[in-house]
C-alpha cells in the first residue's frame, strides 16, 4: 500500500486547505484512516479519523474548523480545513490501518507542509 499526499501549502490566517491522500490496493475501504500533523519540536499527533463505518473523531482543536472524509471509490481520504491558524502549521501526514483478524497494518504518507501565516 502506497499513500501520496497532495493539497499542502501556504496560506493565511483564517484561509481555507483541503488535503488529499490516494491509496494503491484492495483494502482501502475497510481500512481505518487518520490525519496526523507534527510541528518543529512538537511530537506527533493525530488531527482525526475516520473508520471504515464513516464514524470521525477529531482533535479539541479543530473540532469545528476541520472535516475529515472518505471515497471508497477513488481510494481517497480528505481533510478540509477552515478558518486556519498560525498554530495548525505543521507536516501533516495520512495513515492507514488495516486489521486483517491477527495482525495490525499501518501505513504512511510522505507529508505535506501545511504553513498558516501572513
Known amino acids: 500500500v502506497q499513500l501520496v499526499e497532495s493539497g499542502g501549502g501556504l496560506v493565511q490566517p483564517g484561509g481555507s486547505l483541503r488535503l488529499s491522500c490516494q491509496a494503491s490496493?484492495?483494502?482501502?475501504?475497510?481500512?481505518?484512516l487518520g490525519w496526523y500533523r507534527q510541528a518543529p519540536g512538537k511530537q506527533r499527533e493525530l488531527v482525526s479519523s475516520i473508520i471504515s463505518g464513516g464514524r470521525t473523531n477529531y482533535i479539541h482543536s479543530v473540532k469545528g474548523r476541520f472535516t475529515i472524509s472518505r471515497d471508497n471509490a477513488k481510494n481517497t481520504v480528505y481533510l478540509q480545513m477552515n478558518s486556519l491558524k498560525p498554530e495548525d502549521t505543521a507536516v501533516y501526514y495520512c495513515?492507514?490501518?488495516?486489521?486483517?483478524?491477527?495482525?495490525?497494518?499501518?501505513?504512511w504518507g510522505q507529508g505535506t507542509q501545511v504553513t498558516v501565516s501572513s
Open positions: 495513515a492507514l490501518n488495516y486489521y486483517n483478524g491477527t495482525y495490525f497494518y499501518d501505513y
Open positions: 490496493g484492495s483494502i482501502f475501504s475497510v481500512s481505518a
